[in-house]
T-cell receptor
Framework: GQSLEQPSEVTAVEGAIVQINCTYQ??????LSWYQQHDGGAPTFLSY????GLEETGRFSSFLSRSDSYGYLLLQELQMKDSASYFC?????????????FGTGTKLQVIP | SQTIHQWPATLVQPVGSPLSLECTVE??????LYWYRQAAGRGLQLLFY??????ISSEVPQNLSASRPQDRQFILSSKKLLLSDSGFYLC?????????????FGPGTRLTVT
């Protein structure tokens, strides 16, 4: 089967840096994605890693280590609007097609 | 540009009643389509995905079904709703190819079964 683990809640101070970890166990792994979801809204795509290393997009960076089945999302210069839930998701090779399985999410609270 | 629509936005239905949720995508062809359900404060559970017209894969055995009558239309149905069917239903699409795998989500339907 497949499993993803990420912390359920994280609290950080405005202006600080926070790292949200994700570990996974799966077969047919293709890549790791991160999504942001504000309360009551739909998830929006943040980043995708297929290869080991760091991908940077503005204040957000995402890291993947395929050998460790581990990744993280790094948020810098935190803003109040970053308070949201963050989901890691693995892309899997499923019978020749790519399928995505989401983790249970990390609720980030940014405090002044 | 691509757009994904879902309706209705909210729905309150009694136990045992039927359900039909619709999702349409504009601005792209031959997308992969997905139905997810999210319980309050929880993660996203993949219910169905489709790689083409009439091609549906079910992830979780339950009283729900899905159909894809047209390339950019995806429908989620139930003949008899259960209390446990309450949740936030999200439709999503992605490019039917390998590579950076970004899914685009619709605004969702919040279903309450009473």
């Amino acid at each position: 089967g497949q499993s993803l683990e990420q912390p359920s809640e994280v609290t950080a101070v405005e202006g600080a840096i926070v790292q949200i970890n994700c570990t996974y166990q799966t077969s047919g792994f293709y890549g790791l994605s991160w999504y942001q979801q504000h309360d009551g809204g739909a998830p929006t795509f943040l980043s995708y890693n297929a290869l080991d290393g760091l991908e940077e997009t503005g204040r957000f960076s995402s890291f993947l280590s395929r050998s460790d089945s581990y990744g993280y999302l790094l948020l810098q210069e935190l803003q109040m609007k970053d308070s949201a839930s963050y989901f890691c998701a693995v892309s899997l090779n499923s019978g020749g097609y790519q399928k995505v399985t989401f983790g249970t999410g990390t609720k980030l609270q940014v405090i002044p | 540009s691509q757009t994904i629509h879902q309706w209705p936005a909210t729905l309150v239905q009694p136990v045992g009643s039927p359900l039909s949720l619709e999702c349409t995508v504009e601005g792209t062809s031959n997308p992969n389509l997905y139905w997810y359900r999210q319980a309050a404060g929880r993660g996203l559970q993949l219910l169905f995905y489709s790689v083409g017209i009439g091609q549906i894969s079910s992830e979780v055995p339950q009283n729900l079904s899905a159909s894809r009558p047209q390339d950019r239309q995806f429908i989620l149905s139930s003949k008899k709703l259960l209390l446990s069917d309450s949740g936030f239903y999200l439709c999503a699409w992605s490019v039917a190819a390998w590579g950076p795998y970004e899914q685009y989500f619709g605004p969702g339907t919040r279903l309450t079964v009473t």
